[in-house]
């Protein structure tokens, strides 16, 4: 899974809203996760400096997701995605993990926050990550509805954050 966005502010902008308690609160309500919440939201340093882990969790409906996938759990699966930033340049970088509770799956990577190339005042968010489903026979197909899932729920988060940066 591979995602790219731009966002219309500078990247000490934008990650002051991504570990923003208040935001984080509004983007899980607005992107239409099951019982959404934030697990914990640890930051330290200075402005300009600070590190930050946000641990949130949510559920997803069953009845957005394919019948066989839909078929191998119970109810509305729950994930839970955690979030380490730190100072890269002039930006910031984070690992990212996300876990399904009761399912042999999840999906590991990087975001990187950087200045966009070209265009002043403006900043790009470069998601990579890889799902992983070891389940004989299935697990390929699993993984390919896990990352579809997420870069819809990443492009919701990102119109969300644009929206907010936009007043």
Do not use: H
């Amino acid at each position: 899974m591979s995602v790219v966005q731009e966002f219309p502010a500078p990247p000490s902008a934008v990650y002051a809203l991504l570990i923003d308690r208040e935001f984080l609160a509004g983007r899980l309500a607005d992107c239409g996760g099951v019982n959404p919440e934030i697990v914990s939201l640890d930051v330290a340093g200075e402005n300009g400096a600070q590190t930050a882990t946000v641990v949130t969790r949510q559920a997803i409906p069953s009845d957005v997701l394919p019948a066989m996938v839909a078929s191998l759990m119970a109810g509305n699966p729950v994930t839970e995605r955690t979030e380490t930033w730190k100072p890269a340049g002039d930006g910031y970088s984070a690992d990212f993990s996300v876990t399904v509770k009761g399912a042999p799956a999840s999906l590991k990577g990087t975001m990187v926050l950087a200045s966009a190339a070209g265009n002043p005042g403006s900043s790009t968010l470069t998601v990579e990550g890889a799902a992983a489903v070891p389940i004989p026979l299935f697990g390929g197909k699993i993984e390919e509805v896990i990352a579809g899932q997420i870069g819809e729920l990443l492009q919701m988060e990102g119109d969300y954050t644009r929206a907010r940066l936009a007043g």
